[in-house]
């Protein structure tokens, strides 16, 4: 049994490094501005779980306010289905034998959804679906500007959900249009615009639908950076948001508060140990790529805008003083063995580095919380 | 228990995705050719363990040449000696007193070194392995170009290898001296010259400190971009590769082989499956930023270079077709369902995405070995 970074009632200053800290009371805060920014608009809310991979999370969050999760991997689902969470789509394809395998015998025993763009994949997931005697909530996934997944919004998309409609083990829920390259988009003006497109077309696509005679009750997306725009579309109806509990480096990056959207907090950190000051004028940390994950920017120095994180490598991070601030710390006054708050430059993938998520209430350790999902790659 | 990749004598096209495999006879050639260029040459092997994080793969290097192998972190360590590999150094900073005591109690059991480049820290390290009643040899990290840890080579150097030769519990072992910041430059020109700095000053130092009455006899160092410089220098006596029985795309933009160096092959790859062909002019694979570390780049897709992977998400690649590849295989002719190889961008991030390595032998799984230190960040 490998040692934990910190046991139940540690302070913050006892807990051993790198380990990713989570603040429950602002996580707590993040949800609730969520759902305080939600009030009366007719949608609901189904967390993505991928960004915290961890039931406890899930469990919450379903106590308060969310109808299900969204998990990205068949694999992630199973590990939030055994720990209880009885409502899940796959926000996205299952392609393969044993994934659809997977997925249908997830179906024995929680409600599940999953995304489509080709036929072919229809008629894989009915097969098995029949063959094994459940039923899978299929949504179409439609190409609403991320240019990622999804099928053309109009025709192809009515064809794919007459497809659905007509398959043995399927039932048609309705529309997966996720805006992802508008989450972050820096300006409020430039995220209405890409948003706007997104439900002109999952409008005129779930119209086209209706008109057919199939009935289209979910049209659902929506992220952190932009959810709101699609809450108040009167088109979508279902919300995937799952940042906005921690918040990263990147989103910070965003233009917030603003048109109603909240300033969600940093509550995810990732604790590191000062392990070098030899060469002069930097200081050298313990908390590198196997801990931060740096594809949407290095970390920042949280508490202290006048040190910057400026190189990662594999076990250590380089951090620099910049001198633009004027602040009372200097790289001079940071000691050999000294903690330091990160800021993970994107959450998701850095939540998926560890084992468990360290939750504070007042800087001392609550309670530690598994990220069972953490690696579910499947 | 979570469903694994693989089974033993499943062919490569059997594996679920993404998952990581290794084409075990090319690791063997890739650790033969360096064994080869090595061959007469006055140095000892301690291959880097970080890279792999696999005992399976050092035990094979152990008996297979290596005198011992390197680890990046003590908890790194303890899984290599927990799986019998028994000598071992962190060739890196041990900071904080709960990792220092695990360093120690690690010392009881199998040959334990560590880096130093404070006195502080001298100072911790003996007053712990005194309390435990233990040995541990310390290395004097010196910064020879990389900018990173170590203290400046010459008269701090030889202060600190001072402090630990009279520290109970301490014996000085020799300079920590790698380059790391040589081993991506792309021409050999370049290497040779960031390197032959770090020679002369590694040199001066060893010689600055047996002048002054201590034995100095170990001078470590060299990555798989640069090891055969070191070794050839009649100054380094211990090697400290580890990408070299993987390589990587990174690796891969070195120019090689040259003056000796040898030609690895790419051994580890990323297999991954078309997930959606929906939009057209590109591919969605289901390996993303969880699946393969981007910090150095884009994984390159094996086997066709006519097809560019050029964007991750998540759980998502976003490959297109380079029309200045003649090649046979278009976007068109790739089927929904089709697995891939990729070349991971960074290798050592990449295997710590994983629990298990997958072993092929003539592309059929010969063995699954875990990945038994991923994760392991004290």
């Given at each position: 049994?490998?040692?934990?970074?910190?046991?139940?009632?540690?302070?913050?200053?006892?807990?051993?490094?790198?380990?990713?800290?989570?603040?429950?009371?602002?996580?707590?805060?993040?949800?609730?501005?969520?759902?305080?920014?939600?009030?009366?608009?007719?949608?609901?809310?189904?967390?993505?779980?991928?960004?915290?991979?961890?039931?406890?999370?899930?469990?919450?969050?379903?106590?308060?306010g969310?109808?299900?999760?969204?998990?990205?991997?068949?694999?992630?689902?199973?590990?939030?289905?055994?720990?209880?969470?009885?409502?899940?789509?796959?926000?996205?394809?299952?392609?393969?034998?044993?994934?659809?395998?997977?997925?249908?015998?997830?179906?024995?025993?929680?409600?599940?959804?999953?995304?489509?763009?080709?036929l072919?994949?229809?008629?894989?997931?009915?097969?098995?679906?029949?063959?094994?005697?459940?039923?899978?909530?299929?949504?179409?996934e439609?190409?609403?500007?991320?240019?990622?997944?999804?099928?053309?919004?109009?025709?192809?998309?009515?064809?794919?959900?007459?497809?659905?409609?007509?398959?043995?083990?399927?039932?048609?829920?309705?529309?997966?249009?996720?805006?992802g390259?508008?989450?972050?988009?820096?300006?409020?003006?430039?995220?209405?615009?890409?948003?706007?497109?997104?439900?002109?077309?999952?409008?005129?696509?779930?119209?086209?639908?209706?008109?057919?005679?199939?009935?289209?009750?979910?049209?659902?997306?929506?992220?952190?950076?932009?959810?709101?725009?699609?809450?108040?579309?009167?088109?979508?109806?279902?919300?995937?948001?799952?940042?906005?509990?921690?918040?990263?480096?990147?989103?910070?990056?965003?233009?917030?508060?603003?048109?109603?959207?909240?300033?969600?907090?940093?509550?995810?950190?990732?604790?590191?140990?000062?392990?070098?000051?030899?060469?002069?004028?930097?200081?050298?940390?313990?908390?590198?790529?196997k801990?931060s994950?740096?594809?949407?920017?290095?970390?920042?120095?949280?508490?202290?805008?006048?040190l910057?994180?400026?190189?990662?490598?594999?076990?250590?991070?380089?951090?620099?003083?910049?001198?633009?601030?004027?602040?009372?710390?200097?790289?001079?006054?940071?000691?050999?063995?000294?903690?330091?708050?990160?800021?993970?430059?994107?959450?998701?993938?850095?939540?998926?580095?560890?084992?468990?998520?360290?939750?504070?209430?007042?800087?001392?350790v609550?309670?530690?919380?598994?990220?069972?999902?953490r690696?579910?790659?499947?």
């Open positions: 049994m490998r040692r934990l970074a910190a046991a139940v009632g540690e302070p913050i200053t006892a807990i051993d490094t790198p380990a990713l800290i989570v603040d429950l009371d602002a996580l707590e805060r993040n949800h609730e501005r969520l759902l305080t920014s939600l009030s009366g608009l007719p949608v609901v809310l189904r967390p993505h779980a991928k960004s915290h991979k961890c039931p406890e999370i899930a469990r919450w969050q379903m106590a308060h969310a109808v299900g999760i969204c998990c990205q991997k068949v694999s992630e689902a199973i590990a939030f289905a055994d720990a209880g969470i009885s409502d899940i789509l796959v926000s996205n394809q299952v392609i393969g034998a044993k994934k659809i395998q997977d997925l249908c015998d997830l179906a024995r025993r929680v409600r599940v959804g999953v995304c489509v763009d080709d072919s994949n229809v008629k894989d997931l009915s097969a098995t679906a029949q063959a094994m005697g459940v039923t899978v909530e299929v949504m179409v439609i190409d609403v500007g991320a240019h990622r997944c999804g099928v053309a919004p109009g025709a192809d998309a009515l064809t794919m959900a007459k497809a659905i409609a007509e398959a043995p083990g399927l039932i048609f829920r309705g529309l997966q249009a996720y805006q390259a508008a989450q972050h988009m820096r300006s409020q003006t430039e995220r209405e615009a890409a948003v706007g497109r997104a439900i002109d077309l999952a409008r005129m696509t779930r119209d086209m639908i209706v008109a057919s005679g199939i009935p289209c009750p979910v049209i659902a997306g929506g992220g952190t950076g932009s959810y709101l725009i699609e809450a108040k579309s009167g088109v979508y109806t279902e919300l995937q948001v799952g940042s906005y509990i921690f918040m990263d480096a990147d989103y910070g990056r965003n233009d917030w508060p603003v048109n109603g959207m909240p300033a969600f907090e940093q509550s995810l950190f990732v604790l590191t140990t000062v392990m070098s000051r030899a060469v002069p004028g930097q200081l050298v940390v313990d908390a590198g790529l801990a994950s740096v594809d949407s920017g290095m970390p920042l120095v949280a508490d202290h805008p006048e910057r994180y400026v190189r990662a490598s594999d076990e250590h991070g380089v951090i620099q003083y910049d001198r633009t601030h004027d602040q009372s710390l200097s790289i001079e006054a940071v000691r050999l063995g000294q903690k330091l708050r990160l800021v993970p430059g994107h959450c998701d993938p850095t939540v998926n580095l560890y084992d468990q998520l360290i939750g504070l209430k007042d800087n001392v609550h309670r530690i919380l598994p990220v069972s999902a690696g579910a790659l499947l």
